[in-house]
């Protein structure tokens, strides 16, 4: 019996180095990331959090940290309060070089039947990873209007 997930595959002219330093810093996860910021030390075991205009938005740890080839971490969302009371999943992102290109791989599992937190990355995850391959490859990520994703309370 297969589990609910999200897979998302991009392209992104870039090198992994580079691609894990935007993934990892919140110099660039800002400029992507609808203002978000990462805090981790990115060591196996220790915690991770989402931190958007001084809100933690979501909470996990480090599950695995191959630095550049390997990240993954549970994530727990704190905000909405359906989506709070979900279990944890598990997002893992595969960074793998094919000359002047690095091919990202993003799975985003673990989620229950009927999951609210699936629905809501499911449109989020897109927009992130769009400004983060337009940031990578032009140097300025796009704005993308929150209300184009259609997440409910999201603004």
Do not use: C, Q
Not at 19 to 46: I, P, Q
Not at 68 to 93: A, C, G, I, Q, W
């Amino acid at each position: 019996m297969s589990k609910p997930e999200f897979v998302y595959v991009t392209y992104i002219e870039t090198t992994p180095e580079k691609l894990w330093e935007a993934l990892t810093n919140s110099e660039f996860t800002r400029r992507y990331w609808f203002d978000t910021e990462v805090e981790s030390d990115w060591k196996v075991g220790s915690p991770f959090a989402l931190v958007m205009k001084g809100v933690t938005t979501d909470t996990g740890e480090i599950l695995e940290a191959d630095r550049p080839r390997r990240l993954s971490y549970t994530f727990k969302h704190e905000v909405n309060e359906d989506m709070r009371n979900e279990r944890p999943t598990r997002v893992v992102f595969t960074l793998e070089p094919w000359g002047n290109l690095v091919k990202l791989s993003v799975t985003h599992e673990g989620f229950a039947a009927g999951s609210k937190l699936l629905d809501g990355i499911s449109k989020g995850w897109p927009a992130i990873l769009s400004g983060l391959k337009t940031l990578l490859e032009t140097g300025k990520a796009p704005t993308i209007p929150p209300a184009a994703l259609g997440i409910e309370g999201f603004e």
